[in-house]
């Protein structure tokens, strides 16, 4: 049985090409371009200076990172070690007798001074650790706590889609469909445009549309994006197509994806010692367990989800300004959301799943994302901004089509294969 798998890419020009390797799958394969990130070409305006091979340079060290399986691993472990060790407290102190528990309350107050002093340096210790895990966002300048490098999300992120792509193999569309054609085109385009951003300009962008009703798409740390047809169905022009594609771009590029997964740690690393006083000072199982499953839920619905929200907003923000560099009709970002806002029930958040096109609506405060209607009044409130930088690009493009200036650029093609 024959299956055709199609996306487009960075291609930079033929003295930047590094390597070119074909990983194999049964059911797909992708030729992927790389590019030695010293080559003079990767140096738009300057932005990267020229550094001869030759130089050596004193560095500091960089903090260590945390592998992701291993974090994998560790967060259910240690909420696990954090419940037995408070159960097992609880029952040994059931099973203390009278004497013994006064002995060690007293212990506890003749030492109390040694236990402040030890908890006051272990949250001391804590501190630094996060601190010096503590980068800024690219382009807003937010503080954020990372606990991955960009190479380990891009390994993490290849194998999710694999596993993406295995389970859609069949369903890829080829390259010469109209949505393929449009994604590419688009795609192109904002790259073009933005090649002055190395987080942008470097990437290795992949575009795969996914013949499924499902109305949505998302980006992995690898710059792969995965785009559904019921999404396509949905995007009336080029418009639309660019300010879905740049929201995407935009949580590659400010690493959200890392972001997320390192905020989730550390929510989950603070909640260990409440969770080991829970079961530790309840004294039944039952009410124990209840109150774990509530503490969850406050973390989730306080600072998980409107961290996520923020997030989303964030690569809105910049999302419109990638598309506004492009020349692209910015107000057509505003008029998608409008339209999606009025297609869902009154005070409800349509959330679209990622697989077998399930639906459920929730509201927005229990969403990952914010509602459609408030995406639409966050883009109106920045829509003045987005297009004075459309119009000043536009005497750009203008003056260099005058002149017959050619820029250097990067181009996105689309391609298929054919496997057995």
Known sequence: MLTSAAAWRIRLPPNTYLQQFMNVKKYYSFNKFTTARGSTDLRPNKLWPKVSSSTRNIQTSRPQYVNPVLMAVLRPLSKFMAVLVGRGFRKWWQNLPAKKRQLFIQHLRRNRVRYILGSGLALFAGHCYYESHVTLALFTGRRRFSLFTSDQLTALAKTLYEVEMEAYGDLILPYSHPYTVQVSRVGNHLLQANKTIPQLYTKAWTVTVIDHPTVNCFVLPSGDIIMFKGMMDLLENDDQVAAVLSHEMSHAILEHAGETLSHGYLLDMLILLPLAFIWAFIPSDGIAAITHWFLNKVVNIF???????????????????????????????????????????????????????????LPTWLSTHPSNKDRQLMLDSQMDQALAIREANKVTYTLSTIIGLKLPSLHLECTAMTTD
């Open 303 to 361: 600072l998980k989800l409107p961290y996520s929200r923020t997030l989303e907003n964030e690569a809105d923000t910049v999302g419109l300004r990638l598309a506004a560099k492009a020349c692209y009709d910015v107000r057509e970002a505003s008029a998608f959301w409008g339209k999606m806002s009025i297609a869902e029930p009154q005070g409800k958040h349509k959330l679209m799943a990622m697989q077998d096109g399930n639906t459920s609506e």
